[in-house]
């Protein structure tokens, strides 16, 4: 029962919603992306990334320094993911602006994303300076 109730809990929050939107919509996204998306603190997002792995519903795999999450391949306790894509995708007024937002966001490499993120400063020729 503990089990089922993580899902739910995991579930009852909009950024993670959004999360689960937005894994829905790509195979896999680094950790720095999904961050960008939401345009929270780094932390922030990984206590909602910690959240729904905990459920069951979603996986990381590390890389090198980077975390890449994906939908897990079969849900617990035959959770209809269906159901779920249908009501997220539907809610247009979340989806459609991180919809645009994705988009921008995977045109930029996952590396940029995270420097960015930490406070790293481009140089003169569109390098991160150190």
């Known amino acids: 029962m503990n089990d089922f109730l993580l899902i739910f809990k995991a579930l009852a929050d909009r950024n993670r919603l959004r999360i689960m939107a937005a894994l829905l919509q790509y195979d896999e996204l680094c950790a720095c992306q999904l961050t960008e998306l939401l345009g929270v603190a780094g932390a922030t997002s990984s206590r909602h ?3 729904l792995q905990n459920s069951g519903l979603i996986q990381g795999r590390k890389k090198g320094r980077w975390v890449f999450y994906s939908m897990v391949e079969e ?3 035959d959770f209809p993911l269906t159901w779920l894509q249908d009501k997220l995708l539907s809610t247009k007024d979340i989806v ?3 919809k645009k937002r994705l988009a921008t966001i995977m045109t930029e490499s996952p590396e940029n994303i995270c420097r960015r993120q930490r406070g790293e400063e481009f140089g003169d020729a569109g390098e991160f300076k150190k």
């Open 75 to 77: 849900l617990p306790y």
């Open 96 to 98: 459609e602006d991180d």
């Open 49 to 51: 990334l910690a959240q």
